[in-house]
């Protein structure tokens, strides 16, 4: 039995460009000058890990808590706008053909189990994956494990059999630090991410295929033109 681990944010649906203006709309209004650079750093962490991270940097006006829920408010009310977020074009359809092909799908995700739930019933996808894993369900966030051996532990697997497709550093880390097999999915809406650390990368979803990844997980030579492999 092969699993594929899916990242949502930058991977299923190209909303981290959403979260990053939600969370530029957060620094203007809490007067705290985040950089750029420190921004991208901290793609693929939990609302909570991120807002810590913060304010350790910067003196916070508002609690972590507080903070949280104002920016999971204007997400959601991004989120209501039909046009605002997009399934990254392809993901659907490997999706479809993996759950077709008996692959085990599963959800990992920093985002909150509601934003979750409601970006996977948005888009019909809720039916396809055996588990579902929010940043509400772990303790630490990307680059920490947990949240991918989370996984394991719900559909009693070993991690060996695992690929994990991620955009981010924290994640490309985090797939590693629970041995599994990582691909890279490059999204220029994700930010500079340095997915060197991944086994393989893709710039498209639809070079990647049931067979491909059959062949990835079995150690047998994986080739896609638009596939690279990791340093």
Excluded at 2 to 18: A, K, P, R, W
Excluded at 214 to 220: G, L, Y
């Amino acid at each position: 039995m092969i699993c594929v681990i899916f990242d949502m944010d930058g991977v299923i649906v190209d909303s981290e460009l959403i979260h990053q203006k939600c969370e530029r709309e957060m620094f203007d209004i809490l007067g705290i000058p985040v950089t750029k650079e420190q921004h991208n750093s901290m793609v693929g962490r939990t609302d909570e890990d991120m807002w810590r991270q913060i304010g350790d940097w910067y003196d916070l006006p508002v609690t972590v808590d507080k903070a949280i829920s104002m920016k999971k408010s204007l997400f959601l009310q991004h989120l209501d706008d039909e046009d605002s977020i997009l399934t990254v074009p392809g993901v659907t359809t490997l999706i479809e053909e993996l759950f077709e092909n008996g692959f085990v799908l599963a959800l990992a995700s920093s985002s909150s189990r509601n934003q979750i739930e409601r970006i996977l019933g948005k888009f019909n996808l809720e039916n396809f994956f055996s588990a579902v894993v929010s940043g509400d369900d772990v303790q630490r966030g990307k680059p920490d494990p947990e949240i991918f051996l989370k996984v394991t532990e719900l559909l009693e697997i070993d991690p060996a059999s695992c690929i994990v497709i991620e955009d981010s550093v924290n994640g490309v880390a985090a797939a590693k630090g629970a041995n599994m097999k990582c691909i890279g999915y490059i999204n220029p809406n994700s930010g500079r991410q340095d997915l060197s650390k991944a086994d393989m990368t893709v710039d498209s979803f639809r070079d990647l295929s049931a067979l491909k990844l059959s062949e990835f997980v079995n150690h047998r030579n994986f080739s896609s033109r638009q596939a690279n492999p990791g340093n």
